[in-house]
C-alpha cells in the first residue's frame, strides 16, 4: 500500500479529476481504504470544492464505520464508503458519483452492458441497489454493499446514481471514466438502431487478449489536472 500522505494525494487528485470530467459536482464523493491501518480516507461532502480538494481536506474513518478524523463537509453517505470497504476485501478505492450518463441506468428499465473494448472490465455487469433514499446509516450501507456481486465493478442504485469501485484509486479512477463513457456511447448509438453489446464472452475474449494499464490513463490525467484551472466542469449536473 502507498504511505498515508501518498494515498491522501492520490485520493485529492482522483477527486479534482472527477470534478474536471463532470462526473462529481455539488455531490459525490470518492474513498480509499488502507487494510494496514484499517483507515478509511473519504473527501468532503455536499456543498464543498470538489475542484480543489486537497489531501489535508480528507475524512478519516476505520471500517466500522467509526470518525476518527476530520473538519468541514462531512459527506451523508459515507456509509457507502465504510461498508463496501469493509465487505469487499478487493475495493480498496470507492466512488460515489452521480454522472449523467450512467445515471440513467439508474432510471431507465435497461440493463447495463458495455459496448466497447475498455468496458469489457465490466463483464460481469454491475449490481443494482433497489432502495429510494440516500444511504446514511450502516444498516443501508451493508445492505448496498451486498449488492456488489463477485467480479462486479459497480453498482447502480435506483433513481441515485452509482457506487464504482477498484483495487488502487487509479484503478477506480479509470472505471469511473470508460462507465460513464459506455453509458453515453450507448444513449448516443441507441438513435441509430439496436445496440450491439459485448456478452461476458466477448469481454472475457477482450480482456484474454491483453488489459491495458491503468498507468497511462492516470499520467494523462494526472497531466491535465496540472494545467487546467480548477473550475468544475460545465454543462448540467443532477441535484437529486
Not at 460515489?96 to 473494448?117: G, K, M, N
Not at 444513449?187 to 459485448?198: D, V
Not at 461476458?200 to 477482450?206: L, R, S, Y
Not at 491483453?210 to 441535484?239: E, I, N
Amino acid at each position: 500500500m502507498p504511505s498515508e500522505d501518498a494515498l491522501r494525494e492520490k485520493l485529492a487528485t482522483a477527486s479534482r479529476i472527477l470534478a474536471l470530467k463532470g462526473l462529481v459536482g455539488l455531490y459525490g464523493h470518492v474513498s480509499a481504504y488502507d487494510p494496514e491501518t484499517d483507515r478509511v480516507y473519504l473527501t468532503p461532502g455536499a456543498g464543498s470544492d470538489r475542484a480543489n480538494v486537497k489531501p489535508e481536506d480528507l475524512w478519516v474513518f476505520n471500517s466500522a464505520g467509526e470518525k476518527l478524523s476530520g473538519e468541514g463537509r462531512l459527506a451523508l453517505e459515507w456509509p457507502i464508503h465504510t461498508c463496501i470497504h469493509a465487505a469487499h476485501k478487493d475495493a480498496l478505492a470507492v466512488a460515489h458519483l452521480h454522472a449523467p450518463f450512467s445515471t440513467l441506468f439508474a432510471i431507465a428499465e435497461r440493463e447495463f452492458r458495455p459496448v466497447t473494448i475498455n468496458g469489457a472490465m465490466f463483464a460481469q455487469g454491475l449490481g443494482w441497489y433497489d432502495y429510494l433514499g440516500l444511504v446514511t446509516t450502516l444498516e443501508e450501507g451493508r445492505r448496498m454493499a451486498s449488492a456488489l456481486g463477485p467480479g462486479q465493478r459497480g453498482v447502480l442504485m435506483r433513481g441515485h446514481g452509482s457506487a464504482v469501485v477498484g483495487r488502487t484509486v487509479e484503478e477506480m479512477l479509470h472505471a469511473c471514466l470508460i462507465l460513464e463513457d459506455n453509458a453515453m456511447k450507448i444513449w448516443m448509438a441507441s438513435s441509430l438502431g439496436p445496440i450491439r453489446s459485448l456478452s461476458v464472452e466477448d469481454c472475457q475474449t477482450i480482456i484474454g487478449r491483453g488489459v491495458p494499464s491503468t498507468d497511462a490513463p492516470w499520467m494523462f490525467l494526472t497531466r491535465q489536472d496540472s494545467v487546467w484551472d480548477h473550475q468544475p466542469a460545465g454543462g448540467w449536473h443532477p441535484l437529486e
